[in-house]
């Protein structure tokens, strides 16, 4: 178990620029979820998906956020278009699949996170 | 829906005196609850979760929290400060009825005084 990865851990880029951020799950974990923090704030909710598909997604994602997750193993987090409002730390999260009961209880394992700067 | 408040951005703390670090949680549902830590430039890790067993949760690096269904509340302790604790910690709730999504508290940063 090597746990969540997420590459860059670092990125500067100018405004109007396109990034994509990369995270790769425990491995066997079906479920992945994106969440971004900024400043002085707890991290908050992007979107998660399930294996393959995106099940959720927060109205914070805007058409120029996109996520995908093919085959169900990594997932890339695209923003097009960097707004200087975009620069926060964005974490990637994962949990496995429950033999039973409700889901919500899972433990999520979080990545180190990518700190964007939009300058 | 479900929230999260976290009393107090800031606490300092003697090392060796008690941590008590504040959560309170507003849920229309029985909730799964949890603290995390987050180290200077590094994501979250799990202290503890309740999930309905135990009131009483013990968790890593010798913190607990007690679940007070009354009081709505889920605070953390540990009973003597160490240095290494300095970080920021954050309490989360998870949503359920088929939404797994975690809604965080704004985060308490601790910091311990020598």
């Known amino acids: 178990d090597t746990g969540v990865s997420q590459n860059p851990r670092h990125k500067i880029t100018k405004r109007g620029q396109n990034v994509t951020f990369r995270c790769d799950p425990i491995s066997e974990h079906n479920r992945l979820y994106w969440y971004r923090q900024t400043l002085g704030q707890g991290p908050e909710f992007l979107t998660y998906?399930?294996?393959?598909?995106?099940?959720?997604k927060s109205r914070l994602l805007s058409d120029r956020f996109s996520a995908e997750r093919p085959k169900g193993s990594f997932s890339t987090l695209e923003i097009q278009r960097t707004e200087q409002g975009d620069s926060a730390m964005y974490l990637c999260?994962?949990?496995?699949?429950?033999?039973?009961?409700?889901?919500?209880?899972?433990?999520?394992?979080f990545g180190p996170g990518t700190r964007l700067l939009v300058l | 829906a479900q929230s999260v408040t976290q009393l107090g951005s800031h606490v300092s703390v003697s090392e060796g005196a008690l941590v008590l670090l504040r959560c309170n949680y507003s849920s229309s549902v029985p909730p799964y609850l949890f603290w995390y830590v987050q180290y200077p430039n590094q994501g979250l890790q799990l202290l503890l979760k309740?999930?309905?067993?135990?009131?009483l949760v013990k968790g890593i690096n010798g913190f607990e929290a007690e679940f007070k269904k009354s009081e709505t509340s889920f605070h953390l302790t540990k009973p003597s400060a160490h240095m290494s604790d300095a970080a920021e910690y954050f309490c989360a709730v998870s949503v359920g009825s088929g939404t797994y999504k975690y809604i965080f508290g704004t985060g308490t940063r601790l910091k311990v005084l020598a």
């Open positions: 309740y999930t309905s067993a135990a009131t």
């Open positions: 999260a994962s949990s496995p699949r429950t033999s039973g009961g409700a889901q919500s209880k899972e433990t999520q394992y």
């Open positions: 998906f399930q294996n393959e598909a995106q099940l959720e």
